[in-house]
């Protein structure tokens, strides 16, 4: 009957079938009522002419455009010119017209639309956010002129241990005078000043800086002018504000030039304002100060500057390598800065590094690890998009066998279902960006502090480019699926498929079924990496940090300036008078201070020299930590003491040569805490022996996941110590424990209490010890929860493709399972055999993805800690999970097919 039909209508004339369309479904309706009649046709009949009735109206609706558009612009070409506009193109209308069915179609079939573009959302948003971040921080140049010619110079040192060494004073004067490569070369350090006078006293970030790095950076004041630190005296106080902190602190005076700033204590004359755009690397200092480097201290052997440089045109990175090398040993001969024996002790070498590889960090590896998990995740999403697609051609090759039946061309099919899929994608494509906004500002919340560039994150045109070309790319791609999937079908063989009971070709079934392998697998890595992270955070919470409770202890930075103290030894009684006012508010347990709280990097690094333990030939001394502690800081802190006693006020003020240790120095040299007590160590050589008095239990000061280095307690007064007559810390931090919920909320009281001892010490920093431990963890915990995140999503969607493919195919597959009944099986046999499909499914997919993690995790080996990228607990867990959820996602399918009634389903045979 099918085939009669098809002939029938081929021998009408185009132009008969356009007009006559409606007339005709009518007795073609009229000629379904009586196949109705015959068996295993009926459902045939109805869909067949219901479509057919639909795409008459359409065709009709389309023929009645056509001709109301042919009534306005007249038969004529150029007639629409003449009534005062160009002519609609014919593409331009034809593509309207595609719009409008392509929207009729979409409301056909609503809960298909809204599907697919909330999948393509979820996976085009996540990509986009993450993109985001990769493209602000990684991707983008600095923002300088001709950024790739900028520099930074460090050193290598094998003889002073592994770490990079920045610059002398007498290192810059040559390199800055002697170089044949570089076209600038300045000096650069952070610091911390107060800043008193009419206002409210506050610490602000500030930096030293020489004049020659704002010839490197191309930048000049938008008001006044740059220090010239060649030429100023030592002692000029001269300093240019931040455009951010000339609006806030000067309230943007246009005449702010040659106004007083008291930094310190001291007046400072203010002489530039730099341009609201300008951002130094990654700081954000409020005031830039003049490094003045006189020739006459140019043999100072301290490494205190780091060093920026512009290239010379056509100058490389070799290069300036090599210029170094060769300055190297002209510094020590013109400045008498080294011995050449003292030369190949340190073994300093050159390293030039572009500036942007220091000002991003090691931060690459995480984003990079967190693009490809997107990026996995947006491959899920097509697949289960390709599967919704796939599902959707089984009806859509009946449409095109009866659309090519009433005289569409291939091309023009084509065409139509292209439309569909690209607005659809478009669609998804939208949402995605208005969610990767939303997910670029949670990454920006959740981002580790020390995460470079933030400002900088943005949705910017690159990332929307990205975001428009895959939603693009999926549309055409999904778009061609019923056509690529179908093959030339006729219009007798698609109704003859579309009966009842039929299913779909065994090759659409392969090819859902490998999709839906493909989802298992990617879900599967993905939550093996999340599980190796959050196997990394759990080791890291178990790591004892030396230190207890941190959730009491309120820290804060509490520098004295020098206008408060003309002698140094005059901050001792200053602290003490502080401490002892902060131990008398409500609550306080204990208070102390010290030059540097655990985990804030702000240690000073010498080398320890052990009494009767002298070093063979050769041998450089190990490097060790020490910090300066007043107070009880140690038992503030939670630190053990583990032998001997604490430093006092008493040993502070009579300035007397002892100190304390932590337990892995004792246990290296003397092999018990306990024999330590009494044995002597220094710093340097020309220093006096100062006495272990006591030996406490190590901290991890360098962050949670490093091991705990060496560190000496020293007195925040001492004597003849590192080259000076008297060593004085007035940059204290101060360490207050607490009995209430809150620590934070004490800092009213805090600020008053300091405010009676000093009213103009600026406080600075004010942080609860616990964040600064979540701080160590920062970059742990920013991937686990982005990892995390990608892989519930990736699971969420690997189960809808499950369900989904076990789903169809049992759907497809309903006469059979009434036969299997009718003949005797069981509903526990039938429920067997579609869980057996999914759980094959699924095996398949965790296969794969096991060997693919096996590879992948290599990756993300570096952000592990206390587990490795291999860990077989982790492969066994995470492949159960996807499992088990997958069989749950095929125990629905597998019921309902359990519940076939045999005579409903054979019915229609």
């Known amino acids: 009957m099918s085939k009669i039909l098809g002939w029938t209508l081929r021998l009408f004339p185009a132009t008969f079938r356009e007009r006559y369309a409606v007339e005709l479904a009518e007795v073609l309706t009229a000629r379904a009522r009586d196949v109705r009649r015959r068996e295993g046709r009926i459902a045939v009949a109805r869909m067949w002419v219901f479509q057919l009735s639909d795409l008459a109206r359409s065709a009709v609706s389309e023929r009645q455009d056509e001709r109301r558009e042919e009534r306005r612009v007249g038969s004529n070409p150029r007639r629409g010119f003449d009534r005062g506009g160009p002519r609609k193109s014919s593409f331009s209308a034809a593509l309207a017209q595609e719009i409008r069915y392509s929207l009729r179609a979409f409301r056909r079939s609503p809960v298909f639309t809204v599907v697919v573009v909330l999948t393509l959302t979820i996976g085009i948003g996540g990509t986009t956010a993450v993109f985001g971040v990769v493209n602000g921080v990684l991707l983008r140049p600095l923002p300088y002129e001709d950024p790739h010619e900028l520099v930074s110079i460090f050193h290598t040192a094998e003889g002073l241990g592994p770490s990079r060494v920045p610059l002398s004073e007498a290192m810059f004067l040559t390199y800055r005078d002697e170089n044949r490569s570089f076209e600038a070369v300045g000096i650069w350090n952070p610091t911390q000043v107060a800043v008193t006078g009419s206002a409210e006293p506050e610490r602000v970030d500030a930096m030293w800086v020489s004049e020659e790095i704002f010839a490197a950076l191309r930048v000049q004041p938008v008001l006044g002018r740059i220090f010239p630190t060649k030429e100023i005296p030592e002692d000029s106080a001269q300093v240019m504000l931040a455009h951010g902190y000339w609006q806030r602190r000067i309230g943007g005076d246009p005449d702010v030039i040659g106004k007083t700033l008291y930094l310190e204590g001291m007046a400072w004359q203010v002489i530039g304002v730099m341009p609201a755009d300008f951002r130094f690397l990654d700081y954000e200092p409020s005031v830039y100060l003049p490094a003045y480097v006189s020739p006459n201290a140019g043999a100072i052997r301290t490494f205190d500057y780091q060093g920026l440089a512009r290239l010379r045109p056509g100058a490389t990175i070799e290069q300036a390598n090599h210029d170094i090398a060769r ?44 693009l490809g998990t997107f990026g996995v995740v947006l491959l899920i999403v097509c697949a289960n998009v390709a599967n919704l697609f796939l599902v959707q051609s089984e009806s859509r090759h009946r449409e095109v066998a009866l659309r090519t039946a009433l005289g569409a061309s291939r091309a023009r099919i084509a065409r139509q279902l292209l439309t569909e899929s690209v607005l659809i994608s478009t669609a998804g494509g939208i949402g995605g960006l208005w969610l990767g906004y939303g997910g670029l500002r949670l990454l920006v919340y959740l981002a580790p502090s020390n995460l470079p560039r933030l400002d900088e994150i943005g949705i910017e045109p690159l990332v929307v480019i990205l975001a428009m070309v895959i939603a693009l790319f999926a549309g055409f791609t999904f778009g061609l699926v019923p056509l690529l999937t179908g093959g030339d079908r006729s219009l007798s063989s698609s109704l003859q498929e579309g009966g009842l009971g039929s299913s779909a070709g065994k090759p659409r079934h392969r090819v859902r079924t490998t999709l839906a392998v493909a989802q298992v697998a990617l879900a599967t890595t993905l939550l093996i990496g999340a599980g190796l992270m959050i196997r990394s955070f759990v080791a890291l919470n178990a790591v004892d940090p030396g230190f207890s409770n941190p959730e009491e202890v309120l820290t804060l930075r509490l520098p004295i300036p020098r206008a408060e103290v003309r002698n140094f030894i005059d901050a001792v009684p200053i602290t003490e008078q502080v401490l002892s006012e902060l131990s008398e508010i409500p609550g306080v347990v204990s208070v102390g201070a010290t030059s540097s709280i655990t985990m804030e990097r702000r240690s000073n690094t010498n080398v320890l020299y052990v009494e009767d333990y002298p070093l063979p030939a050769g041998v450089d001394p190990p490097s060790c930590y020490y910090k300066g502690v007043a107070g009880e800081y140690l038992s503030t802190m939670g630190i053990p003491l583990l032998a001997g006693r604490t430093i006092t006020w008493d040993d502070i003020h009579s300035l007397r040569p002892v100190g304390l240790v932590t337990e892995n120095i004792a246990r290296e040299y003397w092999g018990e805490p306990s024999a330590a007590v009494g044995k002597r160590i220094r710093h340097h050589p020309d220093d006096p022996w100062r006495e272990i008095i006591g030996v406490v239990g190590n901290v991890r000061d360098l962050g949670i996941n490093e091991d705990p280095p060496k560190v000496a307690y020293w007195a925040m007064a001492v004597e003849n110590f590192a080259g000076f007559e008297l060593w004085v810390r007035r940059d204290m931090a101060y360490v207050i424990r607490s009995m209430r919920p809150a620590p934070a909320t004490m800092m009213p009281e805090v600020r008053e209490a300091i405010r009676r001892v000093k009213p103009n010490l600026p406080v600075a920093n004010v942080r609860t010890l616990d964040k600064i431990l979540a701080r160590s963890m920062a970059r742990t915990s920013f991937t686990l929860v982005m990892l995390g995140i990608a892989a519930v999503a990736a699971l969420l969607l690997g189960t809808v493709g499950i369900y989904g493919v076990i789903s169809y195919i049992f759907a497809q597959r309903t006469r059979e399972m009434g036969v299997r009944i009718a003949l005797g099986a069981t509903f526990q046999d039938v429920r067997w055999l579609v869980l057996r499909r999914g759980a094959a499914v699924a095996c398949a997919g965790v296969v794969i993805g096991v060997a693919a993690a096996i590879g992948l995790t290599r990756f993300i080996s570096a952000l592990l800690y206390g587990v490795k990228a291999a860990d077989t607990t982790t492969f066994a867990v995470a492949a159960a999970i996807v499992v088990g959820i997958s069989l749950l996602a095929s125990y629905l399918p597998a019921r309902r097919a359990a519940k076939v009634d045999p005579v409903q389903s054979l019915r229609g045979e």
Do not use: N, Q, S, Y
């Open 327 to 370: 300055m190297i040993p002209l510094t020590a001969e013109t400045f008498a800065w080294a011995t050449p024996a003292e030369l190949d002790t340190w073994r300093l070498g050159p390293d030039v590094t572009p500036l942007k590889t220091i000002v991003v960090g090691d931060v690459g590896t995480v984003l990079w690890v967190l």
